[in-house]
């Protein structure tokens, strides 16, 4: 503002309560990142990788963070945790209390930037977009004038998801973001050609609209009894539990200003084409990181409370195999079939097969970080549920100096690429140094079997993505080009690069592939009736 799979393929230590939730959760990012696809493929219908959109993704860059520092981390950080609290049997009654105070104060405090922001667009727009020609630099500060007042109704949304998961209601938190996509696909349909670019800025302010509608639907049939007061005591308790969250979050917010300063330095259309990689990078993460790094925190904070150290590391390991099993080959797979899904999902309309090299080239270096930020996003949630939010708010500083130090250096040299790399060399060494503190902490790691599972992955990924590679040039040289052509390319290819690599990884002694399948099996031969006699 994640799969099914995830809680399969961890031990049997969440309750079927926690396996629930987190499978609708997966079903909505899904949803979500499904509509996310259709909703850079309008935009590359409409827009192409112009400087427009250029403009439009430096605009969206304020909005975004002022969501992501006072709401974003503190969902799940603090948010879900304290009304949590409110909403056992014994002090349901002061849940809508507790609830009103966080309306009241977050509603006045995003309220007093977005009118701050208002005032403040045109020096606001230069510091993110100052790169930009003169005319895309005034439309960049109309967008952020149009776009930032959403900023309040997802903040309000973001809190009625925290209230909804403490109250055990999940269905429709984990659909919102998919109705903030379908948003700002309606609009650029419909308006694009009569309004451009802002077309998507009213998309933003339709979104958000829709997102907070549905929340409150929800909200209202839970009926928790909502009393607006700025003085309960859950507003310091939320806000210790933040501060060393936000730290880290203002750190990375920096770092991302800054990309966007240099991005729009190095040409009017390279934060299209960064645009379009990172939409690419941005599901297998999701799907794969985000997902089960969510099913495990239970199940890990659990057994931290409870001092069972064999117990948390059985889960640690299985979250760590699981995340390389299934984010190696989705890194292989993209690099192997990145140009017919680029074509695919975004040349079309004004989007060039220029544009598709670009947006190749960034992928294919983004994808050098994917397998670290997967395994970094589990080592996150390991500290979280340790109680530690500090050690990895420091570590995200250390990595963006990494950042810093490899973008200043190519930058002037490789230009967009140039900070494609750099975020591939954040990400590394963040995990790296998150690794190694986590070694000090629990000691040898060599049971979680992280090593072995990365070298047997590797070797049977290596084999399916040559397999992949050559099926696609294949396919490519006897199918008509175009849509249809791409999509028989990719869907049979992803589907030969599935069924190469699972028997690959089982014959190299993958455990989490045999686990998956045999559980894939036991719900299948539940499914099928018997036959009577």
């Given at each position: 503002m994640e799969e099914p799979v995830s809680t399969d393929a961890l031990p049997e230590v969440t309750t079927p309560s926690l396996a629930f939730a987190a499978s609708i959760i997966a079903v909505g990012n899904i949803a979500s990142r499904a509509l996310g696809l259709a909703r850079e493929t309008v935009i590359a219908y409409f827009f192409g990788a112009s400087g427009l959109v250029s403009a439009f993704q430096a605009a969206s860059t304020i909005p975004t963070m002022i969501y992501d520092l006072l709401v974003g981390g503190m969902l799940s950080a603090a948010l879900v945790p304290a009304f949590s609290d409110y909403a056992r049997p014994g002090r349901r009654r002061e849940l809508g209390q507790a609830a009103g105070a966080v309306f009241a104060a977050l509603g006045l405090?995003?309220?007093?930037?977005?009118?701050?922001?208002?005032?403040?667009?045109?020096?606001?727009?230069?510091?993110?977009?100052?790169?930009?020609?003169?005319?895309?630099?005034?439309?960049?500060?109309?967008?952020?004038?149009?776009?930032?007042?959403?900023?309040?109704?997802?903040?309000?949304?973001?809190?009625?998801?925290?209230?909804?998961?403490?109250?055990?209601?999940?269905?429709?938190?984990?659909?919102?973001?998919?109705?903030?996509?379908?948003?700002?696909?309606?609009?650029?349909?419909?308006?694009?050609s009569r309004l451009g670019i802002h077309a998507l800025a009213v998309g933003v302010l339709l979104g958000s609209v829709l997102q907070l509608s549905l929340q409150w639907y929800d909200l209202r049939r839970a009926q928790p009894g909502i009393r607006l007061n700025l003085r309960h005591p859950v507003l310091p308790r939320v806000w210790r539990l933040?501060?060393?969250?936000?730290?880290?979050?203002?750190?990375?917010?920096?770092?991302?200003?800054?990309?966007?300063?240099?991005?729009?330095?190095?040409?009017?259309?390279?934060?299209?084409?960064?645009?379009?990689?990172?939409?690419?990078?941005?599901?297998?993460?999701?799907?794969?990181?985000?997902?089960?790094?969510?099913?495990?925190?239970?199940?890990?904070?659990?057994?931290f409370a409870a001092e069972d150290e064999r117990a948390f590391?059985?889960?640690?390991?299985?979250?760590?195999?699981?995340?390389?099993?299934?984010?190696?080959?989705?890194?292989?797979?993209?690099?192997?079939?990145?140009?017919?899904?680029?074509?695919?999902?975004?040349?079309?309309?004004?989007?060039?097969?220029?544009?598709?090299?670009?947006?190749?080239?960034?992928?294919?270096?983004?994808?050098?970080?994917?397998?670290?930020?997967?395994?970094?996003?589990?080592?996150?949630?390991?500290?979280?549920?340790?109680?530690?939010?500090?050690?990895?708010?420091?570590?995200?500083?250390?990595?963006?100096l990494i950042y810093l130090a490899v973008a200043l250096?190519?930058?002037?040299?490789?230009?967009?690429?140039?900070?494609?790399?750099?975020?591939?060399?954040?990400?590394?060494?963040?995990?790296?140094?998150?690794?190694?503190?986590?070694?000090?902490?629990?000691?040898?790691?060599?049971?979680?079997?992280?090593?072995?599972?990365?070298?047997?992955?590797?070797?049977?990924?290596?084999?399916?993505?040559?397999?992949?590679?050559?099926?696609?040039?294949?396919?490519?040289?006897?199918?008509?080009?175009?849509?249809?052509?791409?999509?028989?390319?990719v869907v049979v290819s992803t589907a030969a690069g599935a069924l190469i690599y699972a028997a690959l990884a089982a014959r190299l002694g993958v455990e989490e592939v045999a686990l998956m399948a045999d559980r894939w099996l036991r719900r299948l031969r539940r499914g099928v009736p018997r036959r009577r006699n």
């Open positions: 405090l995003v309220a007093g930037l977005v009118l701050l922001v208002e005032v403040l667009a045109g020096p606001v727009a230069r510091l993110v977009a100052g790169g930009l020609p003169p005319h895309l630099l005034a439309v960049t500060e109309q967008l952020l004038r149009l776009m930032t007042p959403a900023v309040w109704f997802l903040a309000m949304a973001g809190v009625m998801t925290a209230l909804l998961y403490a109250l055990q209601r999940f269905t429709f938190p984990a659909f919102a973001a998919a109705v903030y996509n379908l948003g700002i696909i309606a609009a650029a349909v419909a308006l694009a933040y501060l060393p969250i936000l730290l880290g979050l203002v750190i990375s917010q920096v770092q991302v200003i800054i990309d966007r300063r240099l991005a729009s330095g190095t040409g009017e259309q390279s934060l299209a084409w960064m645009r379009g990689a990172t939409t690419l990078i941005q599901l297998p993460h999701g799907l794969i990181a985000v997902a089960i790094s969510m099913a495990a925190l239970p199940s890990l904070a659990q057994f590391r059985q889960v640690l390991g299985r979250g760590l195999r699981t995340v390389l099993m299934l984010s190696v080959p989705a890194t292989v797979g993209l690099w192997a079939l990145g140009t017919p899904i680029v074509q695919l999902i975004f040349q079309r309309g004004a989007f060039m097969p220029s544009d598709t090299e670009a947006v190749v080239a960034a992928l294919n270096l983004y994808l050098l970080g994917l397998v670290p930020a997967s395994v970094d996003w589990l080592l996150n949630y390991t500290f979280y549920a340790r109680n530690n939010t500090l050690t990895p708010a420091l570590v995200g500083v250390a990595s963006v250096a190519l930058v002037g040299r490789y230009g967009y690429l140039g900070l494609v790399l750099a975020d591939s060399a954040k990400h590394t060494g963040h995990v790296l140094i998150m690794w190694v503190l986590l070694r000090r902490r629990l000691g040898d790691l060599s049971d979680l079997q992280g090593t072995a599972t990365l070298a047997r992955t590797l070797a049977a990924a290596g084999v399916m993505g040559l397999a992949v590679a050559l099926l696609a040039r294949g396919l490519g040289r006897v199918l008509p080009a175009g849509f249809e052509g791409n999509l028989v390319i």
